[in-house]
């Protein structure tokens, strides 16, 4: 497996968020498209597996294919750089500056948005024959999403934005956790192994990740969903986004970051 131990990879986090500060817009962009693109794949086709098995465990344990693919790859999700781009600020690293972490996590969320709205067009249609028919109980149960996680939440009030800005902790908790155990094998399967186990928990357990819902919430729309883009948007997207950035930056970022980089430095020092 050739397990690397977190005080060793723990800085390599930190120089990854350094490379994604000084990538150009080109390929921040076009690798945060690809990223969206896959990962909404991804969630069609967990959804479609649940449906056919009549198990979502199994779509749960299936979903982590796309974000296994799309790190391999090196493409990026927001839910990702906002765990890593944060840490080499935190960490001083040269010429590094708060509007260079804003700039990146605006490139990706451009980015992802764009690759998510595409693949929901593209799914949507051929489910269709380009908008010709019923889109089928796969796409009636996409569909259904939308609605159920924007007027569910909005049914109570404060309450339940408050309740999907934890969900969108949560999710980003285990979600970094696999952007992170990426890093702790030099091997293909021990990367896959390590960024599958956290990925499946927050799919399962119906945690709210702002790029799936970039993709799940337009084919809603697109399929009809009752709710308009001013719901999604404030019951949904903005406090997943919230909860994702706090989530991933807190309970896995800063852990890592406060329990090995600092420790570690005065370890040497000493």
């Known amino acids: 497996m050739s397990y690397i131990v977190p005080t060793?990879?723990?800085?390599k986090i930190v120089d990854a968020g350094e490379?994604?500060?000084?990538m150009s817009t080109k390929d921040t962009v076009i690798r945060a498209f690809i990223a969206g693109a896959i990962l909404a794949l991804a969630a069609a086709f967990a959804i479609t597996v649940s449906m056919s098995t009549g198990s979502p465990l199994v779509g749960a344990m299936l979903f982590p294919v796309?974000?296994?693919m799309l790190y391999l790859m090196g493409f990026d999700?927001?839910?990702g750089v906002f765990v890593l781009v944060p840490l080499a600020l935190i960490d001083k690293r040269p010429g590094v500056a708060v509007n260079q972490v804003l700039r990146n996590w605006g490139l990706v969320f451009v980015g992802n948005f764009a690759g998510a709205l595409l693949v929901a067009f593209m799914i949507s249609f051929i489910l269709t024959?380009?908008?010709?028919?019923?889109?089928g109980e796969v796409g009636k149960k996409i569909g259904s999403i939308g609605e159920a996680r924007t007027l569910g939440y909005q049914e109570h009030g404060i309450w339940g934005w408050i309740t999907v800005f934890i969900r969108g902790m949560l999710c980003n908790w285990m979600v970094s956790?696999?952007?992170v155990g990426a890093m702790i094998s030099t091997s293909v399967s021990g990367k896959a192994i390590a960024m599958w186990m956290p990925i499946?928990?927050?799919f399962f357990m119906g945690f709210e990740h702002s790029i799936v819902n970039m993709f799940l919430f337009p084919f809603s729309m697109i399929m009809g969903g009752d709710?308009?883009?001013a719901d999604y948007l404030l019951w949904n997207e903005v406090p997943v986004v919230l909860g994702n950035l706090v989530g991933g930056l807190a309970f896995t970022g800063l852990t890592l970051y406060a329990t090995h980089v600092k420790t570690g430095a005065k370890r040497e020092l000493s």
């Open 8 to 11: 060793a990879f723990v800085t």
């Open 19 to 22: 490379s994604k500060v000084y």
């Open 66 to 68: 796309g974000f296994i």
């Open 77 to 79: 999700l927001l839910t």
């Open 129 to 135: 024959y380009g908008y010709q028919i019923e889109a």
């Open 177 to 179: 956790m696999g952007v």
């Open 200 to 202: 499946m928990l927050f």
């Open 227 to 229: 709710f308009t883009v």
